[in-house]
């Protein structure tokens, strides 16, 4: 549990370093095919809680080295990465690309797939072995919303992998809301707290390909999926 003890990702710094570390254009762009914008936050337009004022952490491996030695880790420091590829084939190549970039900021990680159901009985208890980061979604399913996300990066869970007492309370707080318009403005500032803390390596959105036969109109995409009561024959 990377949340008892001492390690570098209980650091602040080191975690906006890695952020900056990780050349998510790239990425989206490269491995991807452009088929995925860079994730700015945990959420997507369209879904309560998104903040439009939040900018993807830009790449800049000069200012990552900088926030690393200044957490005490001039030498660097290992870090075992585990994941499941779970969208496209492509999901191993991206991971093996995170492990490069950071080893440019003197990060020495390293990245292996496991079975989604190790997966599972490693994320439940939040027993990881020697394991320190592991791939998640900010899965707003099927709520639409991103207090299911935010729930799960909080002091919420019984062994949690991350707990920022703050922030945690912030979640608690906007439980309580009931009126929409204030509630959205809450959800958006402990987005914008999120993005702060950097509890995650952000790096793109999620596509999904839809279609229809022709002479389908009026075809439209939310983020809930297709829009059915709007298509007309």
């Known amino acids: 549990n990377v ?32 088929w995925v914008d860079v994730a700015s936050q945990g959420a997507v337009p369209g879904i309560s809680g998104y903040n439009p004022n939040l900018k993807p952490y830009p790449y800049d491996p000069a200012r990552a080295r900088e926030l690393i030695i200044e957490a005490g880790y001039s030498d660097g420091f290992d870090l075992n990465i585990e994941f499941v590829a779970t969208l496209t084939p492509l999901d191993p190549i991206m991971f093996q690309k995170v492990a490069q970039d950071l080893s440019q900021v003197g990060v020495r990680a390293s990245v292996r797939q496991i079975p989604f159901a190790d997966y599972l009985r490693k994320y439940g208890p939040n027993d990881w072995g020697d394991v320190d980061a592991f791939g998640l979604f900010w899965n707003v399913a099927t709520f639409q919303d991103a207090i299911r996300p935010f729930e799960y990066f909080s002091c919420f869970r019984p062994s949690p992998f991350f707990c920022d007492e703050n922030v945690t309370a912030d979640i608690r707080a906007v439980r309580l809301i009931s009126d929409p318009a204030e509630r959205e403005r809450e959800m958006q500032a402990i987005m914008a707290k999120f993005h702060a803390l950097a509890p995650a390596i952000w ?3 999620s596509a999904y390909v839809n279609a229809t036969r022709r002479g389908i109109d009026n075809f439209r995409m939310a983020p809930s999926g297709i829009v059915f009561e709007e298509l007309t024959p």
Not at 7 to 34: C, E, F, M, S, W
């Open 203 to 205: 790096i793109s959105n």
């Open 3 to 34: 949340w008892e003890g001492e390690h570098p990702l209980k650091d602040q710094r080191v975690r906006r370093a890695l952020n900056y570390a990780v050349d998510k254009k790239a990425i989206t762009d490269l491995i991807y095919g452009g």
